[in-house]
């Protein structure tokens, strides 16, 4: 019987085999490097602390006397958001979002700050119950981290749950750069058992097309929606073998908005928020969780249904990649006469949007600008799949034998919906005008 | 004697022939070799038809910068009066080599008696004093005849370079209304669009008179600029005398790119010094002058020379006069008043070339900084400017592709594309008029000082302008 020991964290993995596998180490001019957290190969056993953090990574630390020693470095970090579009955004050590701070409950840490960023910084443990002078509010409870110094931060968990940190000065610009991580304390007597335990943090970015680095200055307009830190299809698949029970923490750190995180195919429990463990009492079941910012939500369920499932914020907004909100409305507009006049004007044109954004996936052989994804791109099992942004899929299969993507799900026979033909509109009574 | 008198006569007179080619070849040759065009003028006044059959030609397959300068060299009405200025000073150089007639004093006696005899009586009188001055009179007159051929190239470049201006001009207002046909193309698919967008009741009634006003407003711009073209037009026909069917010609060119290279001008004031035919004209007047004030001396104590002068009244032309000579005895007026009017009216003349010398040289280097400024700013447009503006555009389409904006803002960036392309035409105008004027601050041009005119298509044309219409109203 497992418990939630250090030793078990590292899951006997030697930090040099991780490093020398994944290459981050390379990267990161942290003392300590990230763990990717992502399991792969064959399936490892089940245990319910082995965090998975997909598109992300495991913050690394060593075990010194009385403490656990982590390292942050705050610098600036090249992120890819998906294929095709990349921001100079602000991370740690080497990553956007920082790597998830995994610890347990009564642990002692000791957490040092590298500042490499060319603005002073702080790092707020969000939610966590800490002695005043390392809650890390820049000017009010410590002195910011100017470039270049090094900062110790150290207390003990006094509690458990998913917690957030996020830079705590120049907020706006900062956590707008990408300046945000998970922090999850494993209880130290768990009480509720899961096979998987996954964890996403959301955010929300302006990247203008064609651009190369997040505008922090934006209030409402943002046009990437993120999930760890990927939009919709650079967001790596959850995938389970049937029957597991899962457990997906949800942290938001978006600038302006709440996201309600929709499951298909199943319901879940909200089981946790960032003030811990939920009562069962108080427990009920739904399909969409809403994340406010600066909240954590975490679910669990049982994956009992086999397929491919959509997990995602439920605003529409939300699922689409790098649009223009200022766009002429061109519902049912009627292109023909148009067209005939703009096209000689202006080589190249055609009027799209006449019956929406659906359209747009099949248009991808047209120039876009440099640096920018399509609204919605990806090509799925039947069609495109005109989904983008926070969005990304739960896929449930039987006798897995890795945890890598399976591919699309094959439907059983009777059960994928197709073309209705005449005997069975006949058969029912269908009248088609 | 009297044998002797009247052969020394006859020579006199019989030099005194009148060529009508005279002064027209030297000036064709003045004309051609500083703007290398023909005046057609070269062996005197030819006749209507000859005249008619070289403009014909010379329209022959649209119109051409040349071709339009060789047409008003020999069709512009007011320089066909002036050429004729020619004939008259030619014929005063003639008339100043004959001696005076001889008068025939022919006095008819009425017999008063029978016995009477009709007496008849018959004398030559000819002045004496008059074979004196014959040579003298024929000297100023050859040189106020050499005076008159410059002053008429002059003239004949004056409307050369004026003409040259306006076929540049009509050149740029076909280009400007080229592309405001475009404008008014892209104001239209605006409002083709707002109609769409109304019928599928996406936008209000507000939005949609927005547009459709956009559009007549652009509808009125062209037809602004359409009118502006006709008057180009008709400012180049005017001084191409150029009426009826001929005025209805195509221009072959379009308003050309900028030369390879600029042709190097250096030294202006010496060019201009050399070149010009007023300023030449001038100096020869101020040397008559000069010549005046010693003869009027030398002649005081034998009579008088009296220097009646012919005015032009060309505004734009020097002022000249060119002298005829008669002689009087100082008997009761030795002339001191004269001689002083004469040395002031030298100075004057002297004052005025100085005048004359520093306004052509001035008009020189503003019309060589000209040149070089203008190159400049159309070099900026067609290496920077348009290049960006196809760049936006086609960026623009990029954002439309990704559906980052609509057809409104791709319409909005093609109105500035547009934009651009007339101030480009605007800068090349520009370019152009100056080398025209430089051409005329110098006196002319040898062919290898003048810029060459590319024969590449306007690069902007190809660009933009792939779509619009040709022809005119
Ligand atoms: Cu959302």
């Keep these: 019987m497992a418990t939630p020991d250090d030793d078990e964290v590292k899951k006997g993995v030697s930090r040099r085999e991780v490093i020398a596998s994944t290459g981050v180490g390379m990267l990161s001019a942290s003392l300590l490097s990230t763990v990717p957290a992502v399991a792969s190969g064959a399936l490892p056993e089940r245990s319910a602390h082995s965090l998975e953090v997909p598109n992300g990574a495991l913050l690394p630390w060593k075990k010194t006397a009385g403490a656990k020693v982590f390292h942050l470095v705050a610098e600036e970090v090249e992120h890819e958001f998906m294929p095709g579009l990349k921001a100079k955004c602000w991370g740690y050590n080497g990553r956007v979002h920082g790597p998830v701070i995994e610890a347990v409950e009564g642990d002692r840490v000791r957490i040092y700050v590298t500042n490499k960023l060319p603005a002073a910084t702080t790092v707020h443990w969000h939610g966590a119950i800490v002695p005043n002078g390392m809650d890390g509010v820049g000017g009010l409870t410590q002195k910011s981290i100017l470039p270049g110094e090094t900062y110790r931060y150290e207390f003990e968990l006094k509690q458990h749950g998913t917690l957030m940190y996020h830079s705590h000065h120049d907020e706006m610009t900062q956590m707008a750069m990408g300046l945000t991580g998970l922090f999850v304390i494993h209880p130290r007597a768990p009480q509720s058992r899961v096979d998987r335990d996954f964890a996403l943090l959301l955010h929300e970015w302006k990247v203008v097309p064609g651009t190369e680095r997040p505008d922090p200055n934006e209030m409402t307009d943002f046009n990437l929606l993120t999930m760890n830190g990927k939009a919709f299809p650079g967001t790596a698949p959850l995938v389970i073998e049937r029957g597991q029970k899962v457990r997906i923490r949800l942290g938001n750190l978006s600038a302006m908005d709440h996201h309600p995180i929709h499951i298909h195919g199943h319901r879940f429990w909200v089981t946790q928020t960032d003030g811990g463990v939920i009562p069962q009492s108080g427990q009920w079941p739904e399909s969409t969780v809403l994340v406010p910012t600066g909240s954590t939500r975490t679910i669990e369920f049982v994956a009992d249904n086999d397929g491919d499932w959509p997990f995602h914020c439920h605003m529409t907004h939300h699922v689409m990649n790098q649009m223009g909100h200022g766009i002429p409305n061109m519902m049912g507009v009627e292109p023909h006469g148009l067209d005939a006049k703009a096209m000689p004007l202006l080589p190249g044109y055609m009027t799209m949007g006449q019956a929406g954004m659906g359209e747009m996936a099949h248009m991808q052989n047209m120039p876009v600008p440099p640096n920018s994804v399509s609204i919605v791109m990806a090509k799925g099992k039947h069609d495109f799949i005109t989904m983008g942004g926070m969005f990304t899929v739960i896929k449930v299969r039987q006798g897995l034998k890795s945890y890598e993507d399976p591919g699309w799900y094959e439907n059983p026979k009777g059960t994928l919906a197709t073309y209705a033909t005449e005997a069975e509109l006949q058969r029912d009574g269908i009248k088609v005008g | ?473």
């Design chain 2, 1 to 473: 004697m009297k044998n002797v008198l009247f052969l020394f006569l006859l020579a006199a007179a019989s030099c005194a022939v009148i060529d009508k080619a005279k002064g027209h070849a030297e000036l064709a040759q003045a004309v051609e070799a500083r703007i290398q065009a023909k005046t057609g003028w070269h062996e005197g006044t030819p006749e209507k038809e000859q005249i008619d059959a070289r403009v014909k030609s010379l329209l022959e397959g649209g119109l051409t910068f040349k071709n339009a300068i060789e047409i008003a060299l020999v069709n512009n009405a007011a320089l066909q009066a002036t050429y004729e200025d020619l004939g008259i000073s030619q014929a005063d150089m003639v008339q100043a080599g004959l001696l005076k007639n001889p008068v025939l004093g022919f006095s008819l006696g009425l017999p008063l008696s029978r016995a009477g005899h009709l007496e008849m009586e018959f004398s030559v009188v000819q002045e004496f004093l008059d074979l004196f001055m014959l040579p003298l009179r024929k000297r100023v007159a050859k040189e106020q005849f050499l005076l008159d051929v410059q002053r008429v190239s002059h003239e004949a470049l004056e409307v050369a370079a004026e003409c040259g201006k306006a076929f540049i001009d009509v050149q740029a207002k076909e280009r400007v209304v080229e592309v405001h046909r475009v404008v008014v193309q892209s104001y239209d698919v605006a409002a083709t669009l707002a109609q769409a967008q109304k019928k599928a009741g996406n936008i209000d009634d507000y939005t949609l008179t927005q547009h459709l006003n956009a559009l007549v407003k652009a509808q009125v711009e062209l037809s602004r600029v359409e009118l502006e073209w006709v008057e180009a037009r008709e400012g180049l026909n005017l001084l191409l005398g150029l009426e009826g069917e001929q005025a209805r010609w195509q221009l072959k060119e379009p308003l050309p790119v900028l030369p390879a290279e600029e042709p190097q001008v250096t030294n202006v004031e010496a060019l201009v010094d050399q070149g010009r035919l007023d300023v030449a004209a001038a100096r020869k007047h101020q040397a008559l002058l000069l010549q005046g004030v010693d003869l009027a001396k030398t002649w005081r104590w034998f009579g008088t020379i009296e220097l009646g002068a012919h005015l032009h009244q060309d505004p734009n032309g020097p002022e000249l006069v060119g002298p005829t000579l008669t002689l009087d005895l100082p008997i009761f007026d030795q002339r001191q008043a004269f001689i002083a009017r004469l040395e002031a009216e030298q100075r004057q003349a002297d004052r005025r070339l100085n005048a004359l010398l520093q306004k052509a040289r001035s008009e020189a280097r503003v019309a060589l900084a000209k040149t070089k400024h203008t190159r400049e700013v159309a070099m900026k447009y067609r290496d920077v400017v348009l290049p960006a503006q196809d760049a936006l555009n086609a960026l623009s389409l990029r954002k439309y592709n990704s559906m980052l904006i609509g057809l409104y803002e791709l319409l909005e960036n093609k109105n500035h594309q547009l934009e651009a392309s007339l101030e480009y035409v605007e800068a090349l105008r520009a370019y152009w008029v100056a080398q025209v004027e430089l051409t005329r601050a110098l006196g002319g041009r040898r062919a290898e000082a003048q810029p060459k005119v590319p024969l590449l298509p306007e690069p902007s044309k190809t660009k933009t302008q792939e779509h619009e219409h040709h022809g005119h109203p």
